[in-house]
Each structure stands twice: as structure tokens, then as C-alpha cells.
């Protein structure tokens, strides 16, 4: 075997769609997109706001691409004529203005208006902790502050004074305080002054930074990823390589706009003339039902909580009906096992002998008639519910369990799941329509090069063999803001960036993670455990809706499990159990929540004894079973990880180190 350090040629697929897409290889900057997509897609809706979702006070709107151009270029006029300086500082930087909102039409034209003034931005969520903000406008040196209300500005007000901030512009109508000593202007006020104030063009270029984006801090201060336009147009002109939408295409938003994950695909989406729906996890559900989009973007949590939905209409079918999908189901998987192995597609045969294809071609052609009768019977019916015309869907942000791999493949919606990190702008990987290897993160990006390497000499590591990610291309971040140090530690000389991820590489070259260096749960035998295999093979329960392990330094692994308390109930009215919650078995020895009160006593042996019956079912089923594998300890705690509780991230992936802090005794005595 040879060692692994190649750039992802284009496939024959690749360069076609290329070809076909709206070309923006020559543009030098963001702001340059927007007049050849008016240009492209003048009356097309561009953006839509059905529900107002970024709480501003606006009534539910609608912008097509010229709309959306004129507004862009009348809100950096409205910044202009408030007075800053256009030219690059002198640490060769452009101007820095700070951005804290969330999702809306409003948050696009603020972002590009930025730009497009001639500053960068450095960008949060409106709902981020207060003393986060404010880290972020003293760290990024911002001169002004783009805010999405006046709450959210009188929060962080009593601080002001002391950055500085010359300006505030409110991206509600809400009128400014009287009295202020700070210039305080709204939405309206703000494009009002653009439409009488002759805009400046500014040129910028492909090293110019665009923008800050601060990572999240669990293990200490935020770092400001330094994203230049160079980095984030690689991700405009090339994510269409792998899949190309139709202008007019709708797709349907929930992730922050503000974050990496999602911005570079709205930028991109937006570049190819679609339509981009807002919505959020309230009305998520229903939005599919009526919008009917094309496309959907999303991180694992959310493809969970679909396949829960569905999972809890087939529980609540009578028992033959049941049976009837479960059966169904089974086939179904035999059917795409086999399929994917005469395809050498399948994961745990890469390469099999003609042989093998053949016996599983003939499997396929057996099993294919019975997979067809459950497509009409069951699975048309949960397409539509995602609207009956999705495409595509882009999972990232986040491993995705195989189980919903495999679901969403026998229900035929197309998953191309991806990999990167914010400072990767963020897309390194990602999975081919036409070469769908399911349970991977898909070949580089064009232009792109992966190495693995011993996470401890740096050597590179044969092909097939596990290591260190690392990752060498145009999206590669600039470094850390203000901290050359940790750029250093994160870039090396030759330009390699060092993501912190353990994976492996496939013959195709397609990246296969396998979990996070600093995840990794050393036991006391020596044995390394990636948790988020096993986590993701325990979710497959019906009786477990979160789960995180623990066991650094002990004999055993434990795991942290939020039930899921209505599959719960209804397994005990089928056992006749009506047993009591005690007085306190929340975390932290108090009364839960109303809404997790239950009459199942989480500590009774029917129900300790379920979780352990499923742990080791789910954990003994997976692939690549060791006995160090196995659960051990367990605890059952009511309340879930959540973004409000600060136990996830904005991406839905668990803060392992909050949660270990919050839950720091429970663990200590898990393994007394």
C-alpha cells in the first residue's frame, strides 16, 4: 500500500456540472456575485420569510435577485454615509463590523451590505451569551455593531462605551432610545440614508478577509477563524461540482445563517438562482409538507429527529401492521446491502471478486419485487412528508449514524453527507450523487488534498489505515485572529491543517471518520473507545433519545442517557406498569420540569433493566464489536442536551466538556 496524499481529481460528472453552472470562476469577492445573479435571475424569489422566523417585527417577505441586489447595495451605502474608513488598516486588515442576528432576509443584506462597504464582519447569534458578544466586539476590534433588536442592545448596552463602537443600526423598525450618547439608527433610518448616499465601490481581492467567525469556546476563549473571500469562493464555485441545482429550486433553511456550514451553501445556493425558504424547528415539519423543496441542508440531529417522527407513526400502528413494516424494513435493508456490494459500494468489501458482485446482484434482483410493494405501501408515504420532492439532502456538521444512512436509502432520499470545520470555510469532503459510499464523508473537494497521519510523529500512514486528518486547500482559513501561536499549532509550514479528527482513506480516496482525537476514552487496560460509533449505534433504540459516554481512566465505559420518555410510557402501559417518579432524580437533586414528569420511576429494576437490554443489543450489533466496548455504568437523566441549556452546540452536536462539568458528580459516582 502506498501512502495517501492525493488531490481529488474531477470525475467526467464533475466537469460537466461545471459546465452547466452559473460561472463565477473569475469573481475576486463576494460582493461580485450579486449583480451577475440579478443579472442571471432577475425575477426570481431569491429569499423568503414565511414566519418572520428572525423575530425583527417584519411582516412574513419575499426578495427576488434584484431585489435582493438594490437592497444589498443600498444598506452599504447607508453604513458608508455613517463614515469609515474603506481602506485596509494597518495591519493590512479591512475595517471590522460586528454582526449579532439570526436567520431573515435581513441577515443576508446585512452580511453582504458589510461586505460590500468595504469592511469584514465578525459574525454570532443573536441568542449567544452576553459575555461572548462582548469578547467578540472587543476581540475583533469592531468599529460598529449590527444588531437584530433592541433587547439584544440593551443587553450588551451598559459595556459600549467602553469598545470602540461609534455606531449601533438596529435591524428591526424599533425606534432608537432618546437620550443616547451613542448614534443609534434602525433598519429603516439606516437604508434610508443609503438611497440619498452615492455608493464607493471597493475593490477587494481573493486574500482580502471576509469575515470573523468565532469558534465556540468550550475549552476557553473563542478564536476568530479569519475566512478571505479567496476561501469562501472556493466553496461558491465548487460545491456545484457535486451537485447542481436548477434555478428556481427551492430550498428550505434552518441551520444560522452566520454559521460556516450553512453561509457557504446559502452563498452558493443563492449563485445558482434558488429559492431560499427560512424556517425553523417549530414549523420545519409543515414547511416540507407545503413548500415541497428540492433541496434541504442539515446536521444530524435534525435527520434523527425526522427518523424518530416516522419511527413513532409505525409504533403507533396496530401490532400486524407493524410487523408488516418491520418486515418490510428488513427486506428493504437486505435489498441495499446487497445492491451496494455489486455496485462496490459497501463499505466492508470494497473490493469484492466477481463472485461476490455476482451473488449479490442476483440477491438484489430477488429481493427487489418486495422492496418495490413496501416503496408503494410505506416509503412513498414518509417521502411525503418531506414534501415528495427533495432531491438532495446535505447532511454535515456531524457524524450521521448509520442507521439513518441506511434509512434514508431505503426510503430513496438521496443523503450526500460532508466534512469540514469552520476554519475550513467549512467543506473539505463530501459524498457524489453518482458514487454514494454510505457511512463515509465522500472524496475531497476539487482542488483539495487529504493526508492521514500518526497523530503523534506526523508520519504519514498508509492507505486503509487509521490516523490524524489533515487537510491542504484554497479554503483553508488565514489563521487565528490576533493569535499567531495557535495558527501555528493549527497550520504547519507546508500549509497542512491539523483538524483534530481520526479517520482512514479509502481506495477511491473517500474519507471515512472514525472520532475526535481529543474524544477519545482512554481505559485503564489501554484500549482508545471513539464514542460517537457507539453513541450513534445506541440512538437506534426507540428508548433513547440522547447519549453520551464517559469513562476516561476507568475499567469500564459508562454513558449519560436522556430517555425517550414517550416511547418509555408506552412501553410500560404494555408491561402494566404504573410505577411513580421519585421527588428528585434529576442531575442536579431537584424536582424535574414540568414537562418531564412521567409515572415511570427511572430508577426501577423493569426499567434499569430495559436500558441495559438495550445497550448491549445495540452496542454487541455493531460493526466491529470489541468486548471494551461495552457499557458498563449508566445514568438516566430528564433533562436534554439543548442549545438553551448550553450542552450543544448551534450545529446540535453535544459540548462533551460543559456536559461532563454539569454532570461532573453523577459521573464520579457512576464509577464508585
Known amino acids: 500500500m502506498s501512502n495517501h496524499?492525493?488531490?481529488?481529481?474531477l470525475t467526467p460528472e464533475e466537469s460537466n456540472n461545471l459546465k452547466r453552472a452559473a460561472d463565477y470562476s473569475s469573481v475576486q469577492s463576494l460582493p461580485e456575485i450579486w449583480p451577475l445573479a440579478a443579472q442571471r435571475f432577475k425575477n426570481i424569489v431569491a429569499l423568503q420569510d414565511p414566519h418572520g422566523v428572525g423575530a425583527l417585527g417584519a411582516k412574513p417577505?419575499?426578495?427576488?435577485?434584484a431585489q435582493l441586489y438594490q437592497q444589498i447595495q443600498q444598506?452599504?451605502?447607508?453604513?458608508?454615509?455613517l463614515?469609515?474608513?474603506?481602506?485596509?488598516?494597518?495591519t493590512g486588515l479591512p475595517t471590522r463590523i460586528a454582526l449579532f442576528a439570526d436567520n431573515s432576509p435581513r441577515w443576508m443584506i446585512a452580511d453582504q451590505g458589510i461586505i460590500t462597504a468595504g469592511a469584514a464582519n465578525a459574525v454570532r447569534s443573536a441568542q449567544a451569551d452576553r459575555e461572548e458578544l462582548l469578547y467578540i466586539l472587543e476581540d475583533s476590534g469592531s468599529i460598529g455593531l449590527v444588531v437584530e433588536n433592541l433587547a439584544l442592545l440593551k443587553s450588551l448596552r451598559d459595556r459600549l462605551d467602553s469598545l470602540p463602537i461609534g455606531w449601533v443600526i438596529l435591524l428591526s423598525e424599533e425606534q432608537p432610545p432618546e437620550g443616547e450618547t451613542l448614534k443609534i439608527i434602525n433598519y429603516a433610518q439606516l437604508m434610508a440614508a443609503g438611497a440619498s448616499h452615492p455608493l464607493t465601490s471597493v475593490i477587494h481581492h481573493r486574500d482580502t478577509l471576509a469575515t470573523l467567525l468565532y469558534t465556540s469556546g468550550t475549552t476557553g476563549k473563542p478564536k476568530g477563524v479569519m475566512l478571505t473571500h479567496g476561501n469562501l469562493l472556493h466553496q461558491v464555485v465548487n460545491i456545484g461540482s457535486v451537485w447542481l441545482p436548477e434555478p428556481g429550486d427551492k430550498v428550505l433553511s434552518i441551520l444560522p445563517s452566520w454559521h460556516a456550514y450553512e453561509r457557504a451553501v446559502e452563498y452558493f445556493i443563492?449563485?445558482?438562482?434558488?429559492?431560499q425558504i427560512y424556517t425553523n424547528l417549530r414549523n420545519v415539519k409543515k414547511d416540507l409538507r407545503e413548500f415541497k423543496p428540492q433541496l434541504m441542508v442539515g446536521v444530524p440531529r435534525l435527520w434523527e429527529s425526522i427518523y424518530e417522527g416516522v419511527q413513532k407513526q409505525f409504533r403507533e400502528q396496530p401490532a400486524n401492521k407493524q410487523r408488516l413494516v418491520q418486515n418490510f424494513l428488513n427486506v428493504s435493508k437486505r435489498y441495499i446491502e446487497a445492491r451496494r456490494l455489486a455496485q462496490g459500494l459497501s463499505l466492508g468489501n470494497l473490493q469484492p471478486s466477481a463472485i461476490e458482485r455476482l451473488k449479490a446482484r442476483v440477491q438484489a434482483t430477488v429481493l427487489w419485487p418486495v422492496h418495490q410493494l413496501?416503496?408503494?405501501?410505506?416509503y412513498q408515504k414518509v417521502r411525503e412528508a418531506t414534501g415528495g420532492q427533495i432531491k438532495i439532502v446535505i447532511s454535515g456538521g456531524g457524524s450521521l449514524a448509520r442507521h439513518l444512512d441506511d434509512f434514508f436509502e431505503i426510503i430513496g432520499v438521496e443523503v450526500l453527507v460532508g466534512y469540514g470545520l469552520t476554519e475550513t470555510s467549512p467543506v473539505t469532503n463530501v459524498r457524489r450523487p453518482w458514487r454514494n459510499l454510505r457511512y463515509s464523508s465522500g472524496p475531497p473537494m476539487p482542488g483539495t488534498e487529504i493526508r492521514i497521519v500518526?497523530?503523534?510523529?506526523?508520519?504519514l500512514l498508509p492507505q486503509g489505515q487509521q490516523g490524524l486528518v489533515m487537510v491542504r486547500g484554497p479554503q483553508v482559513m488565514q489563521g487565528y485572529y490576533k493569535k499567531p501561536e495557535a495558527t501555528a499549532k493549527a497550520i504547519d509550514a507546508d500549509g497542512w491543517f491539523d483538524t483534530g479528527d481520526l479517520g482512514w482513506v479509502t481506495p477511491e480516496n473517500h474519507l471515512v471518520l472514525t472520532g475526535r482525537a481529543k474524544d477519545t476514552i482512554v481505559l485503564t487496560n489501554g484500549e482508545n473507545i471513539e464514542p460517537q460509533p457507539i453513541e450513534d449505534a445506541c440512538i437506534r433504540s426507540a428508548y433513547i433519545d440522547q447519549i453520551m459516554l464517559v469513562g476516561q481512566d476507568q475499567r469500564s465505559l459508562g454513558a449519560l442517557i436522556v430517555p425517550n420518555l414517550e416511547a418509555l410510557q408506552q412501553w410500560a402501559a404494555a408491561q402494566n406498569l404504573n410505577l411513580r417518579l421519585p421527588d428528585a432524580v434529576s442531575p442536579q437533586s431537584a424536582a424535574p420540569p414540568e414537562e418531564f414528569?412521567?409515572?415511570?420511576?427511572?430508577?426501577?429494576?423493569?426499567?434499569?433493566s430495559l436500558f441495559r437490554s438495550e445497550l448491549n443489543r445495540e452496542v454487541k450489533n455493531r460493526p466491529g464489536y470489541r468486548p471494551d466496548d461495552r457499557i458498563g455504568s449508566f445514568e438516566l437523566i430528564l433533562e436534554p442536551f439543548s442549545l438553551e441549556n448550553g450542552m450543544m452546540t448551534q450545529t446540535l452536536k453535544i459540548r462533551r466538556p460543559v456536559v461532563m462539568e454539569r454532570y461532573h458528580d453523577i459521573i464520579i459516582g457512576m464509577f464508585a
Open 5 to 9: 496524499r492525493t488531490a481529488y481529481r
Open 61 to 65: 417577505s419575499s426578495l427576488t435577485y
Open 75 to 81: 444598506f452599504a451605502a447607508g453604513l458608508q454615509s
Open 83 to 90: 463614515g469609515f474608513k474603506t481602506e485596509l488598516d494597518e
Open 270 to 275: 443563492l449563485s445558482q438562482g434558488c429559492t
Open 374 to 378: 413496501a416503496n408503494k405501501i410505506v
Open 454 to 459: 500518526n497523530p503523534e510523529t506526523r508520519q
Open 597 to 608: 414528569r412521567t409515572a415511570i420511576d427511572l430508577q426501577s429494576k423493569e426499567v434499569q
